[in-house]
């Protein structure tokens, strides 16, 4: 079973292997409010630790989503670009964003916790 | 300057309501159901939104009030029968817009709405033509609620006879619970409705009877989509002002006689463009794809020469497709037209497009 881990700019990650699994958590979609348009990166870029990945833009604003770990992007979530509305719907489940093969797993055990990322958000309301 | 709240503060908080600042108000942008499902049901029943914000500015005064309006309003004030309504601006002396505005005919004088964050400088504005015997007021005491959608009218005559006999773009007095509402019907939706003048102690009443007919919630977000789907300009964005009516794609709101005869503010500017035609001119944009070309986008043409940018731009949940307004080269201003929109440092494609995006169903 994977590990999930969390960024204070409200990405999850899922480690399996070298190969990491990011998307964005229910409360960042619940700040966010509706989704309607997603960009997700390419296969075969590299990405820095905490450097932009993908965008989300809600009916109110466009966001940057980060990757919270240095790699190389394998693979972008199609199918969420053609229907951002899922987003919305299932964030931490089949709405991931994209998957990269990392470099350093330090980098993955360095984030939050679910305990500690609930407790992040609860101090950290917007 | 202090935040100020609505009347309804307290009432909206109580609904769930996310506040952001606007115009030196606090304002629900949201409420529980987010900014999708309340458009939608704005447009497929009703919806209420606070606009207590937006100036409520009376005048009272002879036939010189009038005179001295249309200085710096192109309207043709003069033939504006009692409780009818006309959408126009205020006009500073190169014909650029200070505000846009509904001005309404009442029995003493006129009624003008103003927008929320260019209030207080309009009425600096229109004061300067005023004469002593003319008398005006901004009245606070008054809430503004627009009640839009399509069950707007069956659900307002249940609880004030007579509203449905209103035409688009009048009014009346209406009497409810021992008070005066002025009840126009308008709004800024493109769908049929009213708004609702009335005293702030009364607006919670009037709101639970909404609520109690579900009649949902409407805040700033929803407002904005509903707005530019409809083709209607949102000041500070769409309008300034550097922009005067003939840039802007809104001659239609100056009076035929008032283009001829002219004697109001930037009228020789108007005068010419009339004539010859501006350099820019307002469009609507419809972005292929998904992408969302929002305010400050560049956009380019066909073969990549910067034509013009965006001035609103949003996802038009009714049109289930990003929409978007905005100036460019009038040469490209033909509907069909094939542009490039930089979002993000990447060019799109895109198409001048007809406006409304959405179908208008007012009641003439």
């Given at each position: 079973m994977s590990e999930k881990k969390f960024s204070k700019k409200h990405e999850w990650v899922s480690l399996e292997g070298d190969v990491a699994t990011v998307g964005i958590t229910k409360h960042a979609t619940e700040m966010l409010g509706d989704i309607v348009f997603v960009e997700v990166p390419d296969a075969g870029k590299s990405v820095e630790k905490e450097g932009q990945a993908a965008v989300v833009e809600s009916t109110k604003a466009a966001s940057d989503v980060y990757s919270p770990i240095a790699g190389e992007i394998t693979e972008g979530n199609k199918s969420i670009a053609d229907d951002p509305g899922s987003v919305n719907s299932d964030p931490e489940g089949a709405s991931w964003f994209f998957k990269l093969k990392i470099k350093d797993k330090g980098e993955f055990d360095s984030l939050m916790s679910k305990d500690e990322y609930d407790k992040f958000c609860k101090e950290n309301p917007n | 300057m202090e935040t100020q709240k609505t009347a309804l503060y307290n009432y909206h908080k109580n609904l769930g309501a996310k506040f952001v600042p606007f115009a030196g108000y606090e304002m629900p942008?949201?409420?529980?159901?987010g900014i999708v499902k309340e458009h939608i049901s704005t447009r497929t029943h009703a919806g209420f939104f606070d606009?207590?914000?937006?100036g409520q500015f009376f005048l009272e005064g002879d036939e010189t009030l009038t005179e001295a309006l249309e200085k710096i309003i192109p309207a043709d004030l003069k033939s504006l029968k009692i409780n009818h309504s006309k959408y126009s601006f205020l006009l500073n002396n190169d014909g650029g817009i200070i505000d846009d505005l509904i001005v309404t005919k009442t029995e003493k004088g006129f009624c003008i709405i103003l927008n929320a964050a260019c209030k207080e400088n309009d009425i600096k504005q229109i004061s300067q033509f005023l004469k002593k015997n003319h008398k005006y007021l901004l009245n606070n005491d008054l809430s503004l609620i627009a009640l839009q959608g399509p069950k707007s009218v069956e659900i307002l005559e249940k609880l004030v006879?007579?509203?449905?006999k209103l035409k688009f773009m009048t009014g009346n007095n209406f009497n409810y619970d021992g008070e005066n509402l002025y009840i126009t019907r308008?709004?800024?939706?493109?769908e049929d409705g009213f708004e609702i003048s009335i005293p702030n102690k009364k607006v919670e009443k009037l709101i639970d009877f909404l609520i109690s007919n579900k009649v949902k919630p409407i805040g700033l977000g929803a407002r904005d989509t509903l707005r530019l789907e409809a083709g209607l300009c949102l000041y500070g964005h769409d309008l300034n002002?550097?922009?005067?009516p003939i840039e802007a794609n809104l001659k239609w709101a100056i009076a035929k006689k008032r283009k001829e005869v002219g004697g109001f503010n930037g009228w020789e500017k108007i005068k010419n463009l009339l004539i010859n035609g501006s350099d820019k001119i307002r469009v609507g944009i419809k972005p292929d794809g998904k992408i969302i070309a929002r305010e400050s986008t560049k956009i380019y043409s066909s073969d990549d020469n910067e034509i013009g940018f965006v001035t609103s731009g949003t996802f038009g949940p009714s049109v289930n497709a990003p929409v978007a307004m905005g100036y460019v080269k009038s040469k490209f201003a033909e509907v069909g037209t094939t542009i490039k929109l930089e979002v993000r440092g990447k060019k799109y494609g895109g198409k001048i497009s007809q406006l409304p995006f959405y179908k208008k169903s007012y009641v003439k």
């Open positions: - | 942008i949201q409420y529980k159901d606009v207590s914000h937006m006879q007579g509203v449905s308008s709004g800024y939706t493109g002002e550097q922009i005067n």
